[in-house]
Each structure stands twice: as C-alpha cells, then as structure tokens.
C-alpha cells in the first residue's frame, strides 16, 4: 500500500508564502503525482504536478507563483506557493498514481491515491 500525507498547511496574509509537504510511504512508489485544490462550492482544481518524465506542470491560475519539486530522498512532494491570494484558500490534496507512466498535465480523476488534505487560508 502507498500512502500520502500532506503537510506545511495554514493562514497566511495575501502576498505571503508557504511551502505544502507530501510524504510518501510504502511499498511502492507512484509514477504520476500532483497537487490539487478544492475549496467550498468548487470543483476540484488542478494545481500542479510532476509527471513520468520528470517534467512539471501547472493550473492556469497558479503558474509563475507556485513550484513543484520532488525530494526523492525525502521521499516528498513539495509545493512552494508565493504571492498568495484569498483566491488560494483552499484544502490542498497530494495525489498519485500506480503502475502507469503518464505524461504532462493530468485530471483529478486519472488519479487513484489521494492524501487526506491540508488547509490553506489566505486573508485579504
């Protein structure tokens, strides 16, 4: 079994900066990981991710303040979030996925391993 557990989560006041933290453990390792958001109302969002390849990718809305990394002796998926708006709050999700290689950008639902989430507010 694999497990993601995120971590790094909080408030924050607009134009700040935090770092998100997904730990990885178990058996196996996924191919395929990202971050998504949702927040109340919404549908989820992709944010960003790391796919087969190496190559990272981003949502629209965050691209040119977030960066996506991979600590593969840490074992982490890290998400660097600056110039932070209320528009970010949201409960942000760590996801992989097993056994298939994939390239660039991928939904939410091509995704089969989801972490439990962790809050991010931003206040005006």
């Known amino acids: 079994q694999v497990q993601l557990v995120e971590s790094g989560g909080g408030s924050v006041q607009a134009g700040g900066s935090l770092r998100l933290s997904c730990a990885v453990s178990?058996?196996?390792?996924?191919?395929?990981m990202g971050w998504f958001r949702q927040a109340p109302g919404k549908e989820r969002e992709e944010v960003a991710g790391?796919?087969?390849?190496?190559?990272?990718w981003y949502g629209d809305s965050v691209k040119g303040r977030f960066t996506v990394s991979q600590d593969n002796n840490k074992n982490t998926l890290d998400l660097q979030m600056n110039s932070l708006q209320p528009e970010d709050g949201a409960m942000y999700y760590c996801?992989?996925?097993?056994?298939?290689?994939?390239?660039?950008?991928?939904?939410?639902?091509?995704?089969?391993?989801w972490g439990q989430g962790t809050q991010v507010t931003v206040a005006s």
């Open positions: 996801a992989g996925r097993l056994g298939i290689y994939c390239e660039g950008r991928q939904l939410a639902s091509f995704f089969d391993i």
């Open positions: 178990g058996t196996y390792r996924p191919y395929c």
């Open positions: 790391i796919d087969s390849y190496r190559d990272t």
